[in-house]
């Protein structure tokens, strides 16, 4: 008998905060996407961003750009004792260890650890790629929009489909 394990994001503790994040290269320009949500314990989304940046030399930079800017965006709209969850290992051990700081983005690591102090308890986890959908769709979708796009307490429409196809109920 195979077993089937089901990969849908997976919310926090109650009355808490997860803040998914990932970033996207755009083969075709010299651009990338950050994608970020903001969903509360529910499941609803509070807030979500994306945006195109200029395309970083590798993967895992674009990764880091998009940590950064999901710790900035949950001060800026703020919410306090936030989980941060992305699907970069390297990026999630960096910001939960501190360390990296003499690699290419050392100076980001650092910087967006100065940014999340601001924010109370807070918390880093790695995860896997399939729950991580909705950060993952926006960060693709900033390819249509420059430089930044908001939503609070809504979501377009093709981007609402993965919140409700990757959500597991309790």
């Avoid at 926090?12 to 509360?40: C, L, Q, T, W």
Wanted: with cysteine; charged share 20%.
């Amino acid at each position: 008998m195979k077993v089937i394990r089901r990969r849908k994001w997976l919310p926090p503790k109650p009355d808490e905060y997860k803040i998914n994040f990932d970033g996207a290269m755009f083969n075709e320009s010299e651009e990338a996407g950050i994608g970020v949500v903001v969903r509360h314990s529910s499941g609803q989304v509070i807030a979500a961003l994306a945006e195109k940046v200029g395309k970083p030399c590798n993967t895992e930079l674009v990764e880091m750009l998009a940590a950064r800017r999901a710790v900035i965006f949950a001060t800026e709209i703020g919410i306090q004792q936030p989980h941060f969850e992305g699907d970069s290992e390297t990026i999630i051990k960096a910001l939960k260890t501190g360390s990296l700081f003499s690699s290419s983005f050392g100076h980001l690591v650092k910087d967006t650890l100065v940014h999340v102090s601001s924010l109370g308890s807070f918390s880093f986890s790695h995860t896997v790629m399939q729950r991580n959908a909705v950060a993952h769709a926006l960060a693709q979708r900033a390819r249509l929009y420059f430089p930044l796009l908001v939503w609070i307490e809504s979501i377009p429409p093709d981007i609402d489909s993965f919140v409700s196809t990757n959500f597991v109920v309790h």
